[in-house]
């Protein structure tokens, strides 16, 4: 068994993923046999050979125009490909909750996940929705600043947001909805309402003048 890891490929072309070769996805918690571990290290004299990931960063995460820097790093996950008989056991989306982006995170922050008694996060409505937030939202800060109060994403299947927008509280979003915003700018407001099957392109465009009324045609845009 190996892994595959995001930050090592370049970052372009995008890092396919097809689900029949990558069945599945690691969630960071591993068991290890403690006396097999130790016979490896000592067969490695002390460390084991893990790949080397080069992570492209910038001095400063918040401003991409801080000079770029390398973070190398190793991953546990890949001392898998160490051991021959190392496997793999499969928790359904209904025992896992991935928070790796801050669109994981709003997606359990919003109704499309509930506690049980139990203390478990549970999806209200299995499957939950496919959230991808711009990179606007990809700190935590920046997205309690956009989206203070999240959506309802319980009857949604996917959302997209493109540009920097911010919620107001009420929104429900339903099936495929994407939001954008391609002017720029200050960040424009989604309103409360609710949305399904959209695309919401903010902010909308400015009304057509009408013809006539002492205006020239050719005035109109």
Not at 2 to 14: C, E, I
Not at 145 to 171: D, H, M, Q, T, Y
Request: aromatic residues 4%; hydrophobic residues 45%.
């Amino acid at each position: 068994m190996g892994g595959r890891f995001g930050a090592r490929p370049p970052p372009t072309p995008p890092l396919p993923l097809p689900p029949a070769r990558h069945r599945f996805f690691n969630t960071n918690n591993l068991w290890l046999h403690l006396p097999k571990l130790k016979a490896a290290l000592e067969a490695a004299g002390g460390a084991l050979a893990l790949p080397l990931i080069k992570n492209k960063k910038t001095v400063n995460p918040r401003d991409a125009a801080t000079p770029a820097v390398y973070q190398l790093e190793t991953a546990m996950g890949a001392a898998v490909a160490l051991f021959p008989d190392a496997g793999a056991v499969v928790v359904p989306r209904s025992r896992f909750a991935p928070v790796k982006t801050t669109g994981d995170l709003l997606l359990v922050r919003s109704d499309a996940y509930a506690v049980a008694p139990d203390a478990t996060l549970a999806p209200t409505k299995p499957p939950p929705a496919a959230v991808t937030l711009d990179g606007a939202y990809k700190l935590v800060d920046a997205l309690d600043a956009l989206i203070p109060s999240p959506p309802s994403l319980v009857g949604c299947r996917s959302l997209r947001v493109r540009g920097a927008v911010k919620f107001a509280e009420g929104v429900v979003l339903e099936g495929d909805v994407l939001v954008a915003n391609d002017a720029g700018g200050a960040p424009p407001t989604l309103v409360r309402g609710t949305y399904r099957d959209s695309v919401i392109v903010l902010p909308p465009a400015p009304a057509r003048a009408p013809a006539g009324d002492g205006v020239p045609a050719a005035a109109v845009a």
